[in-house]
């Protein structure tokens, strides 16, 4: 038998590697304040989206509506003052003939036509005016707040991403 001195003393057996540290799960309730977080977001955004189209629609409404009024008042502007205008300027017409032009009918006419035209650009002037001021009927408004939307939106994506990434690298720390 050996001598008990001389032997090597026993090697302590090899030493169990460490499992990898594994993030405890979620829970339930976490997992559930996301998905509220994210109904909420979606909630949140289509609400936005239908009030976007609603401050569009009142406003393409507003400006038509001012475009027709425009147009109707015109018209009706143009008919009556025809209407009224031919009966005073045929009357000028026939004073004209008599006391000025010594019975010759047509200056007085030709002089009732151009205070006609006259009448005329002033009313027309009027009705361009009027609808110049609500065309085109595009929603300014609408589109100047779906503009700032989009850049908010954009610059929390912008820092959502941000903290995922710190996250990420941090090692969630």
């Avoid at 030493?15 to 829970?27: D, H, R």
């Avoid at 038509?64 to 009224?84: D, E, H, W, Y």
Wanted: net charge negative.
């Amino acid at each position: 038998m050996p001598d008990p001195s001389q032997t090597p003393p026993p090697t302590p057996p090899p030493a169990l590697p460490t499992p990898p540290q594994v993030p405890p799960p979620e829970s339930a309730a976490d997992k559930r304040a996301l998905a509220d977080l994210v109904i909420d977001v979606t909630q949140g955004t289509s609400s936005l989206v239908r009030e976007e189209f609603e401050l569009a629609k009142a406003e393409v409404t507003e400006k038509v509506g001012k475009i027709l009024r425009g147009s109707v008042v015109g018209i009706a502007a143009g008919i009556f003052a025809f209407l009224a205008l031919i009966l005073v300027m045929e009357g000028i017409a026939w004073f004209l003939n008599e006391e000025v032009f010594d019975g010759k009918f047509w200056p007085g006419f030709f002089i009732e036509a151009a205070v006609f035209l006259l009448i005329a650009a002033a009313a027309g002037y009027v009705a361009y005016r009027s609808v110049k001021a609500g065309a085109p009927p595009v929603p300014e408004q609408a589109i100047e707040e779906a503009k700032l939307t989009r850049s908010m939106f954009e610059s929390e994506a912008e820092n959502l991403a941000e903290g995922v990434e710190k996250n990420v690298k941090g090692g969630g720390k």
